[in-house]
């Protein structure tokens, strides 16, 4: 690799494999089930999220091709599509930084119920070995300084986003959904209210040209994340409602409370019906 390019791969200036420069060494990667972030710098490259275990040959791929080797991987969450690279990066060197639910989870046999999903434990090795709590940490990577913060009880207990705060790139994993109705995991601690209120911490934390990179689809803007939020509260606020009018699933989906939103946020992972059946279990469970 000739020396205008890997300076430009620092600027974040140029593509290197089929990875997104947004500028300051940060590239967002191709799709690996979900969206990772890597920041590259002349000590190495910092990472956020690895992935699904079936995608670890591509996380591979693309990270060779940014020319730096994984100091630090950051874990937005448990879930096994952003972790499921994890062991390989891990026998690779790579610290690896998460919230404290995140080790807890990925060190026990956890259960997805909406999808009916069991995950066993990860080797130790892919688990976090460094963890920090609900005040968050702030560290210095390559240059750049990275403020990692704790949103309780939001997508799952442990969601945990970083923030490259000269590049102004803030990666939220699941706390964002942008363009598509979001899951939320109420079986390991998430909860649609709290979903809101990580959506209004984040958008105190974005300004106007912060870039925001969401668990699934494009990366986004402050605009988009508060039209995300605006859409949890307004399904939130019709389907609980309908609830304690005593309707059942069937009743509240035939009261169609995500007519006005399904054309801009029903093409993702879920329908309309299927948000409102995800909603209408979580809540009820609680």
């Given at each position: 690799?000739?020396?205008?390019?890997?300076?430009?791969?620092?600027?974040?200036?140029?593509?290197?494999?089929?990875?997104?420069?947004?500028?300051?060494?940060?590239?967002?990667?191709?799709?690996?089930?979900?969206?990772?972030?890597?920041?590259?710098?002349?000590?190495?490259?910092?990472?956020?999220?690895?992935?699904?275990?079936?995608?670890?040959?591509?996380?591979?791929?693309?990270?060779?091709?940014?020319?730096?080797?994984?100091?630090?991987?950051?874990?937005?969450?448990?879930?096994?599509?952003?972790?499921?690279?994890?062991?390989?990066?891990?026998?690779?060197?790579?610290?690896?930084?998460?919230?404290?639910?995140?080790?807890?989870?990925?060190?026990?046999?956890?259960?997805?119920?909406?999808?009916?999903?069991?995950?066993?434990?990860?080797?130790?090795?892919?688990?976090?070995?460094?963890?920090?709590?609900?005040?968050?940490?702030?560290?210095?990577?390559?240059?750049?300084?990275?403020?990692?913060?704790?949103?309780?009880?939001?997508?799952?207990?442990?969601?945990?986003?970083?923030?490259?705060?000269?590049?102004?790139?803030?990666?939220?994993?699941?706390?964002?959904?942008?363009?598509?109705?979001?899951?939320?995991?109420?079986?390991?601690?998430?909860?649609?209210?709290?979903?809101?209120?990580?959506?209004?911490?984040?958008?105190?934390?974005?300004?106007?040209?912060?870039?925001?990179?969401?668990?699934?689809?494009?990366?986004?803007?402050?605009?988009?994340?508060?039209?995300?939020?605006?859409?949890?509260?307004?399904v939130r606020e019709r389907v609980t409602g309908l609830m304690k009018g005593g309707r059942s699933l069937r009743g509240v989906k035939e009261?169609?409370?995500?007519?006005?939103?399904?054309?801009?946020?029903?093409?993702?992972?879920?329908?309309?019906?299927?948000?409102?059946?995800?909603?209408?279990?979580?809540?009820?469970?609680?």
């Amino acid at each position: 690799m000739d020396r205008r390019t890997v300076l430009g791969m620092l600027a974040g200036t140029v593509w290197a494999g089929g990875a997104t420069g947004l500028g300051k060494g940060v590239f967002v990667l191709p799709d690996l089930g979900s969206t990772s972030t890597a920041l590259v710098t002349g000590d190495g490259l910092f990472l956020v999220d690895s992935g699904m275990v079936e995608q670890v040959g591509d996380l591979e791929r693309e990270t060779r091709a940014l020319g730096a080797r994984i100091g630090v991987l950051f874990n937005t969450h448990w879930h096994f599509d952003h972790t499921g690279g994890n062991v390989r990066v891990g026998t690779g060197g790579a610290r690896i930084l998460a919230h404290e639910n995140v080790r807890r989870r990925l060190s026990e046999t956890t259960r997805i119920d909406f999808y009916k999903r069991t995950d066993r434990a990860l080797p130790a090795v892919g688990r976090p070995g460094e963890v920090f709590g609900a005040d968050g940490g702030v560290m210095t990577f390559g240059g750049e300084r990275i403020r990692y913060v704790h949103y309780p009880v939001a997508h799952t207990d442990g969601d945990g986003t970083a923030h490259f705060e000269n590049a102004d790139v803030l990666c939220v994993g699941d706390l964002f959904f942008n363009g598509m109705y979001p899951f939320v995991d109420y079986s390991t601690g998430g909860s649609l209210a709290g979903m809101i209120r990580a959506v209004e911490g984040l958008a105190r934390v974005a300004g106007a040209g912060t870039r925001i990179v969401p668990g699934h689809g494009p990366v986004g803007s402050r605009a988009e994340l508060l039209a995300f939020g605006e859409m949890l509260a307004g399904v939130r606020e019709r389907v609980t409602g309908l609830m304690k009018g005593g309707r059942s699933l069937r009743g509240v989906k035939e009261g169609r409370p995500t007519r006005e939103f399904d054309g801009r946020w029903g093409g993702g992972f879920f329908n309309g019906e299927e948000f409102v059946e995800m909603i209408y279990r979580g809540e009820r469970g609680r």
